[in-house]
Each structure stands twice: as structure tokens, then as C-alpha cells.
């Protein structure tokens, strides 16, 4: 425990995350790649109406499907084990890009992609953080801190790496080479060994755990903590999927719109570790380190509607994934904060799959309210409602 083997588990989660996260979070770059290949432009008018909504749900669903199967990723993580999971989990991912290579339709696309590699990316992404509750406790938030920041990295590197190969392979090959980019993932999972069983002090071990926990609703501080979460993840994803797209809209070349991505990445990871350092502190409350950030994330959305030049976007870029990657790495924090270490991995599980839904919910919207106005500046206004909204239920957290 606090050390050993452990730091090559956090050393593994990190790469997985670095992967997953990375290409899951450039879904704007993918966005672009799908137009591009089911020769659909965005527009309000004519034969083009509604198809933003249609093509930034293939990212939505497969985002959606990686947090809906929370519940039964955990749950097999616990009955067998973080390694066979993951294990599984590269398999299928490996699967559905294979599939998503040769797909000529977008409904199947949904399925491949949306579905296969969706529910692939679940049983990988889980694993990553559940096993570091196995190694580590007193050090839980920097560990965490440590591997999402793979994530942040993940992010900043696959963006320019998913566009090279789309410009330059194609979108066929493109999805090949994400395939073999899965090979680490098999070679990270094993690195998963499990905890030794122990014995309690009768010399009998410890009973069975339970496949499913539900009496952790009953909890009515964690219930509200589910609300929370679930309403900021309406607007979470927007910026990610839509604000390459919104600053090319304001006459930014593609190639500077794309960096924002990666700008918003950097400033997460320096978030994540200075965050998860700091939350270690027993003079820090984490909620309410937690509310200002969801505050000042309120903030950006509203102050990116009125930028018009590029330096503003970098600026909302910077400001906002610093405050993304501390809701990043305390969601497991103060989650074990409120339910207790012992059912963390089932509250996870739970809180993931509720949250699933606005989750897969608000990129589409996004995408529905530009088809209509021809402008992103609505969809950033929710963004910012679904921001500051959350940070004052938060408030009724410690009394319940």
C-alpha cells in the first residue's frame, strides 16, 4: 500500500487514460472526420438541416455508453478482478475501430463506434481508477491527480495525431491506426495485479462483496451529489465537441482552431496535479474548492459568447481546463468523501450511469440549437446555467 507495485499501476492508468480519454475528449477532430465522410455540411436550411445534431451524436453515445455501463464495469471489477476487465475492455475497443474503419453508413456508425467502441472504452476507463482505492489511501487524491492528468495529456497529444491521420490516411486507415494505437492498453491492463485476498482476524475471509449496491441511494447527500454532477454533464462536453467549429466560425483558420483543444488540455493536466496536491491538504474543504471551480467554469461559458478574437479563445481555453481538471480529479475524492472508501467503487458505478445520459444529451443539443440560430452563443448560455446551477445545490451536501 502507498507505494510499490502501485506506482506501476498509476504508471499504467495513466497511459489507458492517456489513450482513451485522448481520443474520447478530441471528438470535435471526429466531428469534423464524420462531415467530411458522409459529405454533410452544417446549415439551417435545406437538405443540411439538423445533420449537427445527427453527426455530434456518434461522439455523445459513445461517451454516454462509457459512463452508462459504470454500474456493471465496476461491479465486474470487483468480482473479477481490474486486469480481466481491462483486459476485455482493450478487446473490444480494438473491435469497434476495426469495424468503424469499414462502416459507409451513419447508423452503423452509431453501432460501431457508438456502441462497441463505447462500451470498450467503460471497460478500460473504471479499472484506472478503481484500482488505485486497492493501493493507495492516504495519497488517493495526488495518485488520482497523477493518472488523469494522463487524460489531459492524452488530449493534448491525440488531437494533432487524430488529425494527421485523417488528412493524411484517410478515414478508413485513420481508424486502423487508432486500432493498433490499442496494443498499449493490453500491455497496461496486465500491469492490473490484483490485491491478495486477506483474512479477517476469525482466520475466516472476508465475505463475498455484492454484485450491485443500491441501498447507497438511500444515501441522501450522494443523491444530491448525483444531481449535481448529472446537470453540469449537459454542458461538460459541449466546448469540447463544438468549440473547434465555434472559433472557425469566427474566421479562425482550422488549424488555430484546432489548438484550443490543446491549449484547454495543457491547462487541465497542471489542473489535475496542482489540484489533486492540494486537496491532499486536511486544511482544505474539497466542496467548496469544488463549487468555486464549477463557479468560475460558469463564468468562462459566459465570457466566451462575447470573444471575438482568437487571444479570447485561448484565454477561455486556459481558464476553463484548469477548472475541468479539478472537476476531473476530485470526482472520486469527494465521492469516497461522502459514501465512504469502503463503497466507492459502487458509488462510482452508479453516479457514472446516471450521469450518462445528460452527459450523451448535451453535445446534440448543442448541435440542434446551432442548426436553428447559426450560432453557438445559446448553446454556451446553458453551458454556463449548467454550471452555476450545481455549484449552489452543493451547498445542501453537508447537512444531508
Not at 171 to 197: D, E, I, K, Q, T
Not at 269 to 288: A, E, Q, Y
Not at 290 to 295: C, I, M, P, T
Amino acid at each position: 500500500p502507498e507505494g510499490g507495485w502501485g506506482w506501476v499501476v498509476c504508471l499504467g492508468a495513466f497511459f489507458i487514460q492517456f489513450l482513451m480519454l485522448g481520443v474520447q475528449n478530441s471528438a470535435g477532430i471526429i466531428y469534423t472526420a464524420l462531415v467530411d465522410r458522409f459529405h454533410a455540411h452544417r446549415g439551417v436550411t435545406g437538405e443540411t438541416k439538423n445533420y449537427t445534431f445527427f453527426k455530434a451524436w456518434v461522439g455523445s453515445l459513445a461517451t454516454g455508453m462509457m459512463f452508462f455501463l459504470g454500474p456493471l464495469t465496476t461491479s465486474l471489477c470487483e468480482r473479477f478482478g481490474c486486469r480481466v476487465v481491462g483486459l476485455a475492455g482493450a478487446s473490444l475497443c480494438t473491435m469497434g475501430l476495426l469495424l468503424s474503419s469499414i462502416v459507409t453508413s451513419l447508423p452503423v456508425l452509431y453501432f460501431t463506434y457508438g456502441i462497441i467502441w463505447g462500451a470498450g472504452t467503460s471497460l478500460c476507463y473504471f479499472p484506472t481508477i478503481i484500482v488505485l482505492s486497492k493501493y493507495f489511501k492516504t495519497r488517493l487524491s495526488l495518485v488520482n491527480g497523477l493518472v488523469t492528468a494522463g487524460s489531459g495529456v492524452g488530449t493534448l497529444c491525440m488531437g494533432p495525431i487524430l488529425q494527421l491521420l485523417f488528412a493524411h490516411l484517410g478515414y478508413a486507415h485513420a481508424f486502423m491506426a487508432l486500432a493498433a494505437f490499442m496494443v498499449p492498453v493490453f500491455v497496461c491492463s496486465a500491469l492490473f495485479r490484483p490485491v491478495r485476498n486477506v483474512f479477517c482476524e476469525t482466520g475466516r475471509p472476508h465475505e463475498t462483496r455484492k454484485m450491485f449496491y443500491w441501498e447507497i441511494f438511500k444515501n441522501k447527500g450522494y443523491v444530491v451529489w448525483i444531481a449535481c454532477l448529472s446537470i453540469f454533464m449537459l454542458g461538460y462536453f459541449v466546448p469540447f465537441v463544438h468549440l473547434v467549429r465555434h472559433a472557425e466560425d469566427l474566421g479562425v483558420q482550422p488549424t488555430k482552431s484546432s489548438l484550443l483543444i490543446g491549449y484547454m488540455s495543457i491547462a487541465s493536466t497542471l489542473g489535475r496535479l496542482v489540484f489533486g496536491k492540494i486537496s491532499d491538504s486536511p486544511c482544505i474543504n474539497r466542496l467548496h474548492v469544488y463549487q468555486f471551480g464549477f463557479l468560475v467554469m460558469a463564468m468562462c461559458a459566459l465570457f466566451v459568447t462575447m470573444v471575438t478574437d482568437y487571444a479570447g479563445l485561448v484565454a477561455y481555453s486556459v481558464i476553463f481546463g484548469l477548472f475541468e481538471g479539478l472537476y476531473v480529479v476530485l470526482i472520486p475524492v469527494i465521492t469516497s468523501d461522502i459514501v465512504g472508501a469502503s463503497k466507492m467503487s459502487y458509488a462510482l458505478g452508479g453516479m457514472f450511469s446516471v450521469m450518462a445520459f445528460p452527459m450523451m444529451l448535451g453535445p446534440p443539443i448543442a448541435g440542434w440549437v446551432y442548426d436553428i440560430t447559426g450560432e453557438y452563443s445559446l448553446a454556451f448560455y446553458l453551458c454556463a446555467a449548467t454550471a452555476f446551477i450545481p455549484a449552489c445545490l452543493m451547498c445542501l451536501i453537508p447537512y444531508l
